[in-house]
């Protein structure tokens, strides 16, 4: 099973933006669905956006219009631009294909001022 290694996250001021990426154990040019996932303090774990191999992308409402999935299956990378943050959007996000049971560390993200 493929498995993802999180990065990106950091400290932002409510309105700033990161870019979160992954990159995967083994190529990911035939994984039909890759996605971003995050986990708030006290939360279940959700997903917030996913891509497909021919670039087709899905984003949960709270996120739609500010976040942006990417993939580069040459790279074997999966990204996720998130702008005007908010501090709902602190969590831990991770990356992975769906159903999957296996987990990485996440990359911890916190809007704060």
């Known amino acids: 099973q493929v498995q993802f290694v999180e990065s990106g996250g950091g400290l932002v001021q409510p309105g700033g933006s990161l870019k979160l990426s992954c990159v995967a154990s083994?190529?990911?040019?035939?994984?039909?669905?890759v996605g971003w996932y995050r986990q708030a303090p006290g939360k279940q774990r959700e997903l917030v956006a996913s891509?497909?191999?021919?670039?087709?992308?899905n984003y949960a409402d709270s996120v739609k219009g500010r976040f942006t999935i990417s993939r580069d299956n040459l790279k074997n990378m999966v990204y996720l631009q998130m702008d005007s943050l908010n501090v709902e959007d602190t969590a831990v996000y991770y990356c992975?294909?769906?159903?999957?049971?296996?987990w990485g560390q996440g990359t911890q993200v916190t809007v704060s001022s």
């Open positions: 992975n294909i769906p159903g999957a049971t296996a």
């Open positions: 891509i497909n191999r021919f670039g087709q992308t």
């Open positions: 083994g190529s990911i040019r035939s994984i039909w669905l």
